[in-house]
Nanobody
Framework: QVQLVESGGGLVQAGGSLRLSCAAS????????MCWYRQAPGKQRELVAT???????NYADSVQGRFTISRDNAKNTVYLQMNSLKPEDTAVYYC?????????WGRGTQVTVSS
């Protein structure tokens, strides 16, 4: 079992920055992929950023060049640095990890960007 706890969300003005953290605890061996998703009110959850075990990264077109996913293996933590935030980035952000064959989700952290 793996437990995930997100932090770092909050209220920020457009153009500002936030860094989200997702700390994993429990059986954290052999974690393959770490991702960030988000879900805005009335919308489906969407994939924002992915980092594989080989540290390859992928981003949604809407955040490319503004968001950066990274990980600290020693701390079992994945980060999402969010710069140049826009009101449309407002959502609950969730981290997800894949520890094949299992998938674990955090409970989410709210990010609100005011115009």
């Amino acid at each position: 079992q793996v437990q995930l706890v997100e932090s770092g969300g909050g209220l920020v003005q457009a153009g500002g920055s936030l860094r989200l953290s997702c700390a994993a605890s429990g059986n954290t061996c052999n974690i393959n992929t770490m991702c960030w998703y988000r879900q805005a009110p009335g919308k489906q959850r969407e994939l924002v950023a992915t980092m594989t075990g080989g540290d390859n990264t992928n981003y949604a077109d809407s955040v490319q060049g503004r968001f950066t996913i990274s990980r600290d293996n020693a701390k079992n933590t994945v980060y999402l640095q969010m710069n140049s935030l826009k009101p449309e980035d407002t959502a609950v952000y969730y981290c997800k990890i894949v520890q094949a064959p299992f998938i674990y989700w955090g409970r989410g952290t709210q990010v609100t960007v005011s115009s």
